[in-house]
T-cell receptor
Framework: DAGITQSPRHKVTETGTPVTLRCHQT?????MYWYRQDPGHGLRLIHY???????DKGEVSDGYSVSRSKTEDFLLTLESATSSQTSVYFC?????????????FGPGTRLTVL | GQQVMQIPQYQHVQEGEDFTTYCNSS?????IQWYKQRPGGHPVFLIQ?????EVKKQKRLTFQFGEAKKNSSLHITATQTTDVGTYFC???????????FGKGTLLTVNP
C-alpha cells in the first residue's frame, strides 16, 4: 500500500462544531484528493489539490474547506459540522494527475455528526 | 456533466458462480480504471484499460473496454469468498486530475 495515513480514523462530534481531518503521505505525490463515501452514492469528490497551496473544488464542496501548506499534508475542514456530513472520508493521492494516473487511497476516516 | 453508471448495484452469488458488473459512461472515455473495496476497507486499484476493445485478464478476472470507449465490464469466473467487496469503475473527468467514479457493485458470495 502507498504511504498514506489519515487521522483521526474515527470521530464523533456534535452539530455546529468545527472538525479537521488530516491526510499525510510519504510518497511525495503532487495530487491529493478528498472524497466522501455514502451508501448509494459511491465516491464523491469534495476538493483536490494539484500542489502546495493549489486547491480546487470537487462536486460536493459546500460546507468544506481544504488547505495544503506542505506536499505531504492535505487538511479537510468542516467549519460547522452538520448531520448530513456524517460519512466516511477518504484521502487519495496520485503522482502526476495525468488522465492515466492511478489514485491510491488512504484507510479512511469515519465521521459521525450527532 | 459526465456520468458513470454501474449495474447492478448489488449481486449475490453462490461460490463458484460467475459474476459480471457493467459500467457505462455518458461520454467517450480516454481510459477506464477499476477499483475494489473490501468491506470496511479502502478502494484499491485493480486495472486500467486504454484502448478501444481492449481485454485484460487477471487470473479469474476479465476486464473489457468497449469499442466506442463508453462502456466497460468486469467478469469474475468461478467466484470465491475472497472476491467479496464493492467494485468501482472510474473514468477521467474533464481536464486531468479528476476521476468520476461509478456508484459501485457490491458483490457478496455465499460459501
Amino acid at each position: 500500500d502507498a504511504g498514506i495515513t489519515q487521522s483521526p480514523r474515527h470521530k464523533v462530534t456534535e452539530t455546529g462544531t468545527p472538525v479537521t481531518l488530516r491526510c499525510h503521505q510519504t510518497e511525495n505525490h503532487r495530487y491529493m484528493y478528498w472524497y466522501r463515501q455514502d451508501p448509494g452514492h459511491g465516491l464523491r469528490l469534495i476538493h483536490y489539490s494539484y500542489g502546495v497551496k493549489d486547491t480546487d473544488k470537487g462536486e460536493v464542496s459546500d460546507g468544506y474547506s481544504v488547505s495544503r501548506s506542505k506536499t505531504e499534508d492535505f487538511l479537510l475542514t468542516l467549519e460547522s459540522a452538520t448531520s448530513s456530513q456524517t460519512s466516511v472520508y477518504f484521502c487519495a493521492i496520485s503522482p502526476t494527475g495525468d488522465r492515466t494516473d492511478t489514485q491510491y487511497f488512504g484507510p479512511g476516516t469515519r465521521l459521525t455528526v450527532l | 456533466g459526465q456520468q458513470v453508471m454501474q449495474i447492478p448495484q448489488y449481486q449475490h452469488v453462490q461460490e463458484g458462480e460467475d459474476f459480471t458488473t457493467y459500467c457505462n459512461s455518458s461520454t467517450t472515455l480516454s481510459n477506464i480504471q477499476w477499483y475494489k473495496q473490501r468491506p470496511g476497507g479502502h478502494p484499491v486499484f485493480l486495472i486500467q484499460l486504454v484502448k478501444s476493445g481492449e481485454v485484460k485478464k487477471q487470473k479469474r478476472l476479465t476486464f473489457q473496454f468497449g469499442e466506442a470507449k463508453k462502456n466497460s465490464s468486469l467478469h469474475i469466473t468461478a467466484t470465491q469468498t475472497t472476491d467479496v467487496g464493492t467494485y468501482f469503475c472510474a473514468g477521467p473527468r474533464g481536464s486531468n486530475y479528476k476521476l468520476t467514479f461509478g456508484k459501485g457493485t457490491l458483490l457478496t458470495v455465499n460459501p
